[in-house]
């Protein structure tokens, strides 16, 4: 979700107007990913680099993140979504943490979407921690080095109950990753678009949507594999 700063200030509206107006955005798409039969929905809410933003901004972040989940989560609650959040959550006010683990238990039996809200994550993060973990393992005489393959190291990564991503967004005009899902996004179709996130409307959705659905997806072989 890229954009909301530079679409505040073209209305020569501060930066914290794009963000509040980024968190409408985040609940039409929810609820039309919901609608279109979407089963997993990753947003990518705050970078384990976006600390390094002026201290206004971060502390902005900070507190709309916690507003707008405590007044969301009773209707993500009725539409069945189910919410995680995925990151070193360990980081935030014992307030929001408190708050994170209420909401993913108030709705940890939906069996509709699933919401997982990416905070203080990073893709290199996710596979540090998981080193760390297979090394520990390793260390206590529990796993033995030549038994890590690519599906023992996956299951210590976050998101690892989840499929890896089939398409995945990005608004706002850069074409970068940006250290998102780095290990998962490897067969993931990328999408660009120069829309910005309070802009993102259910057109723009629909716009990737199709796009995607023109894509041949061939995980390595060749068309005439994949084709038929
Ligand atoms: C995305 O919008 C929101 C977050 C990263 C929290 P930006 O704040 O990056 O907006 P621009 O890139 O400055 O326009
Ligand atoms: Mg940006």
Redo the contacts with the bound molecule.
Sequence with gaps: ???????AQARGKP?HA??RA?VETVRRVIETCGKRGVRVLTLF???SE?WQRPETEVKM?MELFFTALNREIRRLQKQNVRLRIIGDVSAFSQKLQQLIREGEQLTADNDGLVLQIAANYGGRWDITQAARNLARQVKAGILQPEEIDESVFARQLSFSDQPDPDLFIRT?GEKRISNFMLWQCAYTELYFTDV??PDFDDQALEAAFEDFSGRQRRFGRVSAQVEG
């Design positions: 979700m890229d954009g909301n700063g530079r679409w930066r794009g963000h980024g809410a705050f970078s976006n972040l706002g910005l996130w």
